[in-house]
């Protein structure tokens, strides 16, 4: 076989997957561009308006306060599900008897099967002003002044859902770092002890850096779940209330679905995916330059 | 050779952009034309499609009972039956008003929801078929054909009746030393202090998604503001929302919410704040009729409440500017695709649906009230389902919905306005300029 051959041979195998991703991937994300590029919806017909939908996204409040949003979620994401994980992790592969190792990972991991419709009416029961738990137990130890309508303040609304949202991806992303964690070779912590490293000095200087790819991917995955992130805010609250617990993809689904501004719709949906794209080459790039060998 | 697999995604891009580019998005143009031939079919055969938002399992048998019943009748015809739930109804209609694919027979909620469709060509006009002076038409509610009515033409077949009343529990009113319903909204406001000092919640009051609140403001809009204003500002393309009658039915809104209602409701489902009034915990609540069967026994309701509960209306300030006897509600409905080739068909199946059989099947087994007239008796309702139908019947028009009559960016505008009105982050005066912002914003793009 000749090498023009052997090189048509290699393009006619990945044309499949082309094809798929060219319709599925590429060609919905172009023409979802171009829709942002009209007013529209079911009822009437479009025309073009050219990036006015994104001026009224540079003027609208909620728009700026939903990206807020999904950035405080992506910063509490990054500290609870990457830096707390890891920790986690690292804490249960070193001290955790073997026995009870098995055990915890289970539990930390069951919130992340549950599915987020049933957490999230759960946690709305939890945070339930009358006979919510958090606020009884609140009260029983004499902190009634610290009680409130949890999803139903605007200052508290958030903060209540990105809590739910980390108890349920903490014990996934910690079985993953478990998972890094155990790849790493046992030679490297003996020769540390050996040389008068500590369990913390071992955590820095072997742990983190061996499973950099890992946290590189939990990093990527974390911080674009934060953008994307739909179910637990339309679950818990809508975004309410009075718009205080919007996020990106809550807004964009009430502009499309329920406003009819598709085309304002299509343009934050761009919005969120220059976001996420950015993000992941920019983490792509820092990745590859740090890359550990083993 | 690195280059070549950049090149060809580009090239690709390029491609799939400029094949994008062949057409414009939504709707091509508002048809001009929204009729279609609905004179009864002669031999009646075909399949009829219809999509109903009634999947809660309460109200899904009914419809299926009723499709498997035309089909028995006419053994010709296949109904294709699709339920879904409340709020995914309201994506799929809109994909498949967009792309073009509506059912012959398809729900749809009074008020700008409806008339966004009969703007846009998707609903048939059904005048010459249900209109007041028609055989059909002479069967129903006339409050609740009129509520489907746009320029003077009829569209909707009305399948439901609701309204919303405020329920009490009269052992706690009793308790209360409190003699009966309240004559006027102010002595509504003194009866909650009553009603505290006896240990009670005066209204349960749930409104985690917005729209509970949006029912009291509905009310208070037809109290304080003039029928004809209220009709112009609720247009899209007239709205203004100037008349200082809004602002002073958000006032009262607020002070009822701060002074009646649960603490916290913004954080509580509508649900969860019922199920205190149906334990006895409060004394009142706001609820639409079709939710009254949830307070009898049957319903699940504990005979301390099922035995001792009544309901007024709302009481409308005293003189204030708008329409006393407006009650806030409105029936739900179907319309028919002018486009559909079977819309003779879907039509008789309608007929069919709302026949005095089938409307007194929906009375008892759902315990929802029918716009068919005479169809509540005492065999198949209880009495206080009757009793909201005399009200109704005496009420001089249905206030619709807040949330559905107007347009859905001023809706938005007033529904998160009303959250901040309950937890107390925003003014009467606040909500209204950022209504009336939304309201001018959509005038501006009307016109």
Do not use: C, E, M
């Given at each position: 076989m000749t090498t023009k051959s052997r090189a048509w041979g290699g393009w006619l195998w990945i044309a499949p997957a082309l094809v798929l991703l060219a319709v599925f991937v590429y060609y919905p994300i172009l023409d979802n561009f171009r829709l942002s590029l009209y007013s529209w919806n079911a009822f009437s017909p479009a025309h073009f308006v050219g990036i006015d939908n994104y001026r009224t996204a540079a003027q609208d409040p909620v728009f700026w306060r939903a990206l807020r949003n999904n950035t405080t979620f992506a910063i509490v994401s990054l500290i609870c599900q990457v830096g707390f994980s890891l920790a986690l992790a690292a804490i249960l592969e070193e001290f955790v008897h073997s026995r009870l190792r098995g055990i915890l990972r289970t539990i930390y991991f069951i919130p992340a099967v549950i599915s987020i419709t049933v957490a999230g009416i759960l946690f709305s029961f939890l945070y339930n002003p009358q006979i919510g738990l958090v606020n009884r137990a609140l009260e029983a130890v004499g902190l009634d002044s610290w009680t409130h309508s949890w999803l139903g303040e605007p200052s508290t609304a958030m903060g209540s859902i990105i809590a739910m949202s980390q108890w349920q991806s903490i014990g996934y992303t910690a079985v993953l770092f478990v998972v890094a964690i155990q790849r790493i070779p046992r030679e490297y912590y003996e020769a540390a002890k050996v040389d008068g490293a500590g369990p913390i000095r071992q955590f820095f200087s072997i742990t983190v850096p061996m499973v950099r790819e890992m946290t590189t991917l939990m990093v990527i995955l974390t911080i674009s779940g934060a953008f994307l992130v739909f179910n637990e805010v339309q679950v818990m609250t809508s975004g309410g209330p009075s718009n205080s617990s919007q996020v990106l993809g809550t807004w964009l689904y009430q502009n499309a679905?329920?406003?009819?501004?598709m085309g304002y719709a299509s343009a934050i949906a761009t919005v969120i995916f220059v976001i996420t794209f950015v993000i992941a080459v920019v983490q792509l790039v820092v990745t590859r330059k740090r890359r550990v060998e083993l | 050779m690195k280059r070549t697999p950049i090149i060809a995604l580009a090239c690709a891009a390029v491609g799939l952009l400029a094949i994008g580019a062949c057409g414009a998005p939504g709707a091509s143009s508002a048809s001009s034309s929204a009729s279609?031939?609905?004179?009864?079919?002669t031999t009646k055969t075909g399949t009829i499609s219809i999509i109903t938002k009634f999947a809660d399992p309460r109200y899904a048998p009914y419809f299926v009972n009723v499709a498997k019943a035309y089909e028995k009748a006419n053994p010709g015809v296949k109904v294709d039956l699709q339920q879904v739930g409340d709020q995914p109804y309201k994506d799929k209609i809109r994909v498949l008003a967009s792309s073009k694919q509506l059912p012959d027979i398809y729900f749809s909620w009074a008020g700008d929801f409806t008339n966004k469709f009969v703007r846009a060509g998707l609903?048939?006009?059904?005048t010459s078929v249900i209109?007041?002076?028609t055989e059909w038409g002479k069967t129903m509610s006339p409050a609740a054909l009129k509520t489907f009515q746009y320029d003077g033409k009829y569209y909707g077949v009305p399948i439901d009746l609701d309204a919303k009343f405020m329920a009490y529990n009269t052992a706690a009113f009793a308790k209360a030393g409190l003699s009966g319903a309240p004559a006027s909204f102010e002595d509504l406001l003194s009866d909650c202090a009553k009603l505290k000092n006896a240990d009670y919640t005066p209204i349960a009051f749930g409104n985690q998604y917005g729209w509970p609140a949006i029912h009291y403001i509905t009310q208070l809009n037809a109290y304080n503001v003039a029928p004809d204003t209220l009709s112009k500002d609720y247009t899209p393309a007239t709205g203004e929302f100037t008349d200082p009658g809004y602002v002073k039915a958000l006032t009262q809104f607020q002070q009822l919410a701060h002074t009646c209602t649960t603490k916290g409701a913004n954080g509580l489902s509508h649900e969860s704040a019922q199920a205190t009034f149906i334990n006895g915990k409060s004394a009142m609540h706001y609820l639409e009729s079709v939710e009254f069967s949830v307070l009898t026994k049957q319903g699940g309701a504990p005979a301390s409440t099922a035995n001792s509960w009544s309901f007024f209306q709302l009481p409308a300030p005293s003189g204030?500017?708008?329409?006393?006897?407006a009650l806030t509600g409105a029936p739900d409905g179907f319309l028919v695709n002018p486009q559909s080739k079977n819309a003779a068909l879907a039509v008789d199946f309608l007929k069919f649906m709302t026949n005095q059989q089938n409307a007194q099947q929906l009375v008892k087994q759902i315990g929802w009230l029918s716009p068919v007239q005479g169809s509540a008796t005492e065999s198949n309702t209880f009495p206080q389902l009757r009793q909201a139908l005399d009200k109704i019947n005496g009420a001089s028009q249905f206030a619709v919905w807040l949330d559905t009559v107007t347009n859905a960016d001023v809706a938005n505008a007033y529904l998160s306005g009303a959250e901040g009105l309950v937890d107390g982050s925003q003014t009467p005066e606040q909500v209204m300029k950022a209504v009336q912002a939304t309201a001018k914003k959509i005038r501006n793009s009307a016109g």
């Open positions: 679905f329920l406003q009819d501004n | 279609a031939n609905l004179a009864s079919p609903a048939a006009d059904l209109g007041p002076d204030a500017a708008g329409d006393a006897k």
